[in-house]
C-alpha cells in the first residue's frame, strides 16, 4: 500500500513519515521511505546522524537511466527521450515488485535506522531561477507508476507542503493519504484546500491531528476536520530530543498507539489497481496535451495501451 503524508509547512508531516516508516519495520514489516520533499530532511528525522551524508544517489541524479530501465520492451516508447514522468506502465513495461532484485533498488535505497530510504534530490544551483522541483519528484512518479506492491507492503512518501502536491498527478498515486494537521487556523485552511482539491478526483483525504497538547486542541480539530480526523499525536518531548540530538527513551506509548491506528486505517483500504491505471492514464492525457508533447516533438497519447491491466495480474510467468 502506498502511503502519502502532507500537510501545511511545518506541520510535523516528515516527522509522522519517519515514525510510522519506522514504526513498519521495528514490526517487520515491508517498507520504502521516500523523501518527495523539498528539504529533503527524511533521512536526519529517521535517524541519521546531522554530519553523515546519504550516500544512495538521488532518484532525479538518474532520470534518463530510470526511464531507459522501466520502458523495457514497450513498444509504444521506442527511446528514453520518449518517455515522461506521467508515462504509464503498458505491456512490455519493466515493471517492479518492492525492493526487488531490480536497478532502481539496487541503485538508490540507503537503510537508515532500519528504514530502506530513497530520496528525490534537493534543488542544486543548476536549477535554481529555471526548474520547478517537481521535474525533480518525476522519478517518483515514473517508480510509483511501475510499482506492483501488495497486502502487508508499504511504500511511505514524505510529500512536499500544502496544496503544491498538485502540481502533478503524484498525489493519484496512493492508496492512503494523511494530511497532517495542527490545531491551528492556517493548518486546517491547507487541510480544507487540499481535500477540496483531493475531492475532483475521488482521492480521500484523512486527518493525523498533531502536536496535540489538551482536550481543547482536540476539540479544535474535530470542530474543524470532523469525521476525517483518524487519530492524533500529542506534543512528543521523545520526538523533540530527538530533533536537538539527544535520542533519549521510547516514544510515548499514546503516540505509538496513533502509530498503530494509522496502519489499521491503511490497511483497512482496499487496492484498487483499475482506478489505479485510469488516473494515471488521465494525467498522462492531460501532460501530453499541455506541454508534454510540444516537449518531446511527438504524441504521447499514443503511449496509453488500452489493453494493459496493472497489478499483480500484469507479470508475465516465465515459460
Known amino acids: 500500500m502506498r502511503v502519502a503524508f502532507v500537510g501545511k509547512g511545518g506541520s510535523g508531516k516528515t516527522t509522522l513519515s519517519a515514525l510510522f516508516s519506522l514504526h513498519l519495520a521495528q514490526q517487520g514489516a515491508p517498507v520504502v521511505a521516500i523523501d518527495g520533499d523539498i528539504n529533503q530532511h527524511l533521512a536526519y528525522a529517521l535517524g541519521l546522524d546531522e554530519d553523515e551524508i546519504f ?12 526511464k531507459d530501465y522501466l520502458r523495457g520492451t ?19 513495461s519493466q515493471l517492479l515488485r518492492l525492493l526487488g532484485e531490480d536497478e532502481i533498488h539496487a541503485h538508490h535505497v540507503q537503510e537508515v535506522a532500519g528504514v530502506p530510504l530513497m530520496i528525490t534530490g534537493a534543488f542544486d544551483e543548476n536549477d535554481l ?21 501488495e497486502a502487508g507492503e508499504y511504500v511511505v512518501v514524505d510529500m512536499t507542503a500544502g496544496a503544491d502536491a498538485f502540481a502533478s498527478g503524484l498525489f493519484t498515486r496512493f492508496d492512503m493519504t494523511f494530511l497532517v494537521a495542527e490545531p491551528t487556523l492556517k493548518s ?3 487541510y480544507r484546500q487540499y481535500r477540496d482539491h483531493a475531492a475532483e478526483f475521488g482521492i480521500p483525504v484523512a486527518v493525523v491531528g ?3 497538547t489538551n482536550e481543547d486542541d482536540l476539540r479544535f480539530l474535530r470542530t474543524h476536520v470532523g ?6 499525536c500529542e506534543l512528543s518531548p521523545h520526538v523533540r530530543h530527538r530533533e536537538q540530538g539527544r535520542s533519549q527513551g521510547t516514544l510515548e506509548q499514546r503516540n505509538v ?3 498503530e491506528q494509522l496502519r489499521s486505517a491503511v490497511d483497512a483500504r482496499s487496492k484498487n489497481w483499475t482506478a489505479f491505471q485510469e488516473h494515471a492514464v488521465d494525467f498522462h492525457l492531460r501532460n501530453a496535451a499541455a506541454w ?3 516537449a518531446t516533438g511527438q504524441d504521447l497519447t499514443t503511449q496509453v495501451d488500452p489493453d494493459f491491466r496493472h497489478g499483480p495480474e500484469a507479470f508475465t510467468p516465465v515459460a
Open 292 to 294: 508534454a508533447n510540444s
Open 188 to 190: 486546517v485552511s491547507v
Open 210 to 212: 498533531n502536536k496535540v
Open 257 to 259: 498507539r496513533t502509530l
Open 55 to 66: 550516500t544512495a544517489p538521488p532518484l532525479s541524479a538518474r532520470t534518463a537511466e530510470i
Open 227 to 232: 469525521e476525517d480526523l483518524v487519530a492524533h
Open 74 to 92: 514497450n513498444p509504444r516508447i521506442p527511446t528514453a527521450d520518449a518517455m515522461v514522468k506521467t508515462t504509464p506502465a503498458g505491456r512490455g
Open 129 to 149: 531561477g529555471v526548474a520547478c522541483y517537481h521535474s525533480k519528484l518525476g522519478a517518483v512518479e515514473m517508480y510509483l507508476n511501475h510499482l506492483v506492491d
